[in-house]
């Protein structure tokens, strides 16, 4: 395997460049009326980079033109006259012998893919050892020319320090590239599917019977109306996870700073955010495992003779519960911000603790509160798994909590998991989907964050 | 002239104590449910679970057989993910947290960068699993649902916790220990380097620790890459199809062989075990190491 082998050399070779430039600068007498510009170490890494990075910029480029070369070679080969001219067989003939050639005990139905796997393999060893070659002999180039500049009088320490502010830079731009990267997929693919589907359709249907297996060329606008999902992820994120979210984590909260002793507060803190280290995956599997079944029958003890066993109601509870501990967090953060006189004047009012919570710090602090509220919301509307795993498939437009309900994150995932192809609208309105989750999480945290900001400085 | 020793100030003044105290009760209540539920949660996880946990379901691989299913080659799945998501926003992340606390000018593209990582640490997972999808496996031909791909995208996803925790530990170093490196003659870079970096590395450490135990429990993002496959011998590489826990917990969940159940509990309960380690360190290290200036 050649990466190895690229790989041992090369730290090798920087190995030795760092020793022989650190030798070689241990020697210099200082330049007289100069202060000393660099270590011996700093000559000994100044070469040692040279020799690396340079080789494995080398190898790293040579995987993205090995492929072509090798492609190439396949194609000149004798065998490859005998492959089929369509575009589509020709593939997979191609992609079988690629599996061969990797794999010898691997699958291939074709006898041509078995004629070419020893070339292909013959091939991409030959270019793999050719882009090992090129790096070694990168790596020496690099290495020989950071040695030429050891010197006397040459300013090592500072040409590293250079790269390495630049390799800061690099790495904090990686953010904006991430976020550039979401932006862009989502906008691109879901370009793609409002060239089949038209956006109206999409925002404002009302039935969404998605279906990967459907001609992709008859009218799919109306098996892809979205509102359905948008209403069972609000119903579910917004009302129902926030009716246990809200009230619990704020009387926590409340309870935890106003009431609790240094001593409980140490304790039930942590515990609490025990809630919230605990995988979704979990949660759904308790959700549809056992709060499921507990509600439907409280349901059938009720008389609704509906009720399923996957509900809108169980993982709107769940994934409430999960939500505690962050509205908890936000709120006693909102609340430990409010000034202490305002605190102190109210109780110095003659009123009680309980008094001076309703009638003074919560109004003070609602306006963090509300941030709190949103940020939890946005959380809740993205989280995926608790719904998979609890709240069903089928799109319902009901407000009855006890039937099952959809989500945007639910038929996102189930969308790209199923079989259908990538290119089918179906599949890819996962993405326009996506683009909506995004803008909507986006505007819940800018405008909360605001929020947060501006309170807090009105406090300052 | 009102008295407040009169008898309608006294019921007055029973009545406001009386709403006093069941507020607290109602703060108390508050969160003795919230335990409870997560108690019952625990509970029926060990319930359940508890029976099935034996040398040969941490070591077996998963299988159609119930009897026979295993974990290790969910874990060792875990494990490698993991690794390449340690080596990729680890560096990155502290790397960035050191140039926007330490370096970064006042300029738009800084801005640009502060705003963009508050940002990505509120998006919402699934979408890394579509950025994942859309580039790593539709643009870049990565090999589907190995924890190559898996660990790139949990990596995006993990590096603004560490970039905003490390910014913290960075602010916590207090300004005289800079000062001081810098009167000595270092440079710049020396200073951050030698002086602040080691400082704020246990609270760097914490953050990350924390961030990974996050990360360690995701599914959602992986399910976008396809690691919901069947496998039933553990992966030797990075590039190897391959499965993760939360995966196997998920994957599990769905089958209707009763069987499947006592399994499921079973990998949660190894699942929660190794998070409340991580999170256990993560806490010993910030009381061990934090110093207060």
Known sequence: ?460 | MSNWQSPEASARLKKRYAAERRFKALGLVAIVLSMSFLAVLLFTMLKNGISGLDWAFLSGSDSTDPANAGVWSAVKGSILTMLVTLALAFPMGVLAAIYLEEFAPRSRWVDWVEVSINNLAAVPSIIFGLLGLAVFIQVMHLPRSSPLVGGMTLALMTMPVIVIAGRNAIKAVPPSIRDAALAVGASKVQTVFHHVLPLALPGILTGTIIGMARALGETAPLLMIGMRAFVSTPPGGVTDPSSVLPMQIFLWSDEVDQGFVQNTSAAIIVLLFVLIAMNGIAIYLRNKFETRW
């Open chain 1, 1 to 460: 395997m050649p990466i190895t082998f690229v790989l041992i050399c090369v730290l090798g070779l920087g190995v030795i460049a760092w020793a022989m430039s650190r030798a070689r600068s241990a020697h210099f007498a200082p330049v007289a009326g100069k202060l000393k510009l660099a270590l011996p170490g700093h000559y000994g890494i100044y070469a040692a980079i040279w020799t690396v990075v340079p080789a494995l910029l080398v190898a790293w480029l040579w995987t993205f033109i090995s492929p072509g070369l090798v492609h190439g070679a396949i194609l000149a080969d004798p065998a490859a006259a005998a492959l089929p001219a369509f575009d589509f067989e020709r593939d997979t003939v191609l992609n079988e012998a690629f599996a061969l050639a990797q794999n010898p005990d691997a699958f291939a139905s074709n006898p041509i893919a078995q004629q070419l796997a020893p070339a292909i393999a013959a091939a991409q060893s030959k270019f793999g050892w050719m882009g090992a070659a090129l790096s070694v002999i990168a790596a020496l180039a690099g290495g020989a020319f950071g040695y030429t500049r050891v010197k006397a009088g040459f300013p090592a320490r500072t040409r590293i320090e250079r790269i390495v502010l630049g390799a800061l830079l690099l790495a904090s731009f990686v953010a904006i590239v991430t976020t550039v990267g979401i932006i862009a997929s989502l906008i691109f693919e879901s370009a793609r599917f409002f060239s089949m589907v038209s956006p109206i359709d999409f925002l404002f249907g009302t039935n969404w019977t998605p279906d990967t297996m459907a001609s992709a060329t008859s009218d799919m606008g109306d098996d892809l109306g979205a509102v359905p999902l948008f209403w069972g992820t609000f119903f579910i994120g917004a009302v129902i996870a926030m009716l246990v979210a809200i009230p619990f984590g704020l009387m926590s909260a409340i309870y935890l700073t106003q009431y609790a002793s240094p001593r409980a507060r140490s304790i039930l803190k942590p515990m609490l955010e025990i809630l919230a280290g605990i995988p979704t995956v979990v949660y759904g599997y308790f959700a549809a495992l056992t709060a499921a079944p507990l509600i439907r029958d409280l349901a059938m003890a009720v008389g609704i003779t509906n009720a399923s066993t996957e509900s809108a109601l169980a993982a709107g509870l769940v994934m409430g519960v999960m939500i505690i501990p962050f509205v908890s967090s936000m709120a006693d953060d909102s609340i430990a911000a409010v000034p202490q006189a305002m605190r102190d004047g109210s109780l110095a009012m003659g009123a009680t603790t309980s008094e001076t919570i309703k009638k003074v710090l919560i109004p003070a602090a609602l306006p963090g509160i509300v941030a709190g509220v949103m940020l939890a919301i946005s959380r809740a509307i993205g989280e995926t798994m608790i719904v998979y795993m609890a709240a069903g498939a089928s799109a319902n437009l009901s407000a009855n909590p006890f039937e099952r309900m959809t989500t945007v994150t639910y038929q996102i995932a189930a969308l790209l998991t199923g079989e259908g192809s990538f290119d089918h609208p179906t599949t890819l309105s996962a993405f326009a989907l996506g683009l909506v989750l995004f803008i909507v999480t986006l505007i819940l945290n800018i405008v909360a964050l605001r929020v947060v900001k501006r309170f807090r400085e009105a406090y300052e």
